[in-house]
């Protein structure tokens, strides 16, 4: 068999592991009360949400690169929906804090997740506290877009997977806590310390719309 028929079978198998663990996920996720669908692709992602979310609604998007690999800021705009997102580049710093409040209180919150359990719980991490709020509670429809890089076996398991995706985090702000020499999380006492709240979701939470999009390829870190 030549070296390009091997690859492209593992490049198969790689499509149908993904499709396997992200579809055994949408149904631990719809048994805890989550509207969840499955998405081969990014570009399935992406229609998943644009199906989700109407012309001119406002959308928040906090810190998550999930969302921006997918297209969806872009297609977004396109539609004439308002985006509120702290990362802008444009943000003056003194707007901060009231962007930070409109991401959470937008029609849509739209977001990934740090990690997922097999069984249906979804993990975040935070500095500010503002992604896993908006996650929380809020009046609006909350939709999590997950990779399927993301999925863990159990809570243990995550709660290492949240601290390892910080490190992306770590090199990219300008703090330099400890995990940015070392490569891997020291639970430090550093003022630089990026993870500060955690939130566990269980479970859909009562009174509010939640979807999740569970992606069959590698979105995120
Ligand atoms: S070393 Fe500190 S900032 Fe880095 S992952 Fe661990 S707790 Fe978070």
Same mark, same amino acid.
């Given at each position: 068999?030549?070296?390009?028929?091997?690859?492209e079978?593992?490049?198969?198998?790689?499509?149908?592991?993904?499709?396997?663990?992200?579809?055994?996920?949408?149904?631990?996720?719809?048994?805890?009360?989550?509207?969840?669908?499955?998405?081969?692709?990014? %570009?399935?992602?992406?229609?998943?949400?644009?199906?989700?979310?109407?012309?001119?609604?406002?959308?928040?998007?906090?810190?998550?690169?999930?969302?921006? %690999?997918?297209?969806?800021?872009?297609?977004?705009?396109?539609?004439?929906?308002t985006?509120?997102?702290?990362?802008?580049?444009?943000?003056?710093? %003194?707007?901060?804090?009231?962007?930070? %409040?409109?991401?959470? /209180?937008?029609?849509?919150?739209?977001t990934?997740?740090?990690?997922?359990?097999?069984?249906?719980?979804?993990?975040?991490?935070?500095?500010?506290?503002?992604?896993?709020?908006?996650?929380?509670?809020?009046?609006?429809?909350?939709?999590?877009?997950?990779?399927?890089?993301?999925?863990?076996?159990d809570?243990?398991?995550g709660?290492?997977?949240?601290?390892?995706?910080t490190?992306?985090?770590?090199?990219?702000?300008?703090?330099?806590?400890?995990?940015?020499?070392?490569?891997?999380?020291?639970d430090?006492?550093?003022?630089?310390?990026?993870? /500060?709240?955690?939130?566990?979701?269980? /479970?859909?939470?009562?009174? /509010?719309?939640?979807?999740?999009?569970?992606?069959?390829?590698?979105?995120?870190?």
């Amino acid at each position: 068999m030549s070296d390009v028929s091997n690859l492209e079978k593992l490049n198969e198998a790689r499509v149908k592991t993904g499709a396997i663990v992200a579809q055994a996920v949408v149904k631990a996720l719809q048994a805890k009360g989550y509207e969840a669908v499955f998405a081969a692709t990014k %570009e399935d992602a992406l229609a998943e949400v644009l199906k989700l979310i109407p012309e001119g609604a406002s959308v928040g998007v906090p810190g998550t690169v999930t969302i921006r %690999e997918i297209g969806a800021m872009e297609k977004l705009a396109e539609r004439g929906c308002t985006i509120y997102e702290h990362w802008s580049p444009n943000i003056k710093p %003194e707007d901060r804090m009231q962007i930070l %409040e409109n991401e959470n /209180r937008a029609d849509y919150f739209l977001t990934s997740a740090n990690a997922v359990t097999r069984d249906g719980k979804i993990l975040n991490i935070d500095g500010n506290g503002n992604r896993v709020s908006g996650m929380a509670w809020g009046r609006n429809t909350l939709i999590f877009v997950i990779g399927v890089n993301k999925v863990v076996a159990d809570l243990e398991a995550g709660f290492q997977r949240v601290h390892a995706a910080t490190l992306p985090n770590a090199l990219r702000l300008s703090g330099n806590p400890p995990c940015a020499q070392t490569g891997y999380c020291v639970d430090c006492d550093s003022p630089a310390r990026i993870c /500060r709240a955690l939130l566990i979701l269980e /479970r859909a939470v009562s009174g /509010r719309k939640t979807h999740v999009i569970m992606v069959g390829e590698n979105l995120g870190y």
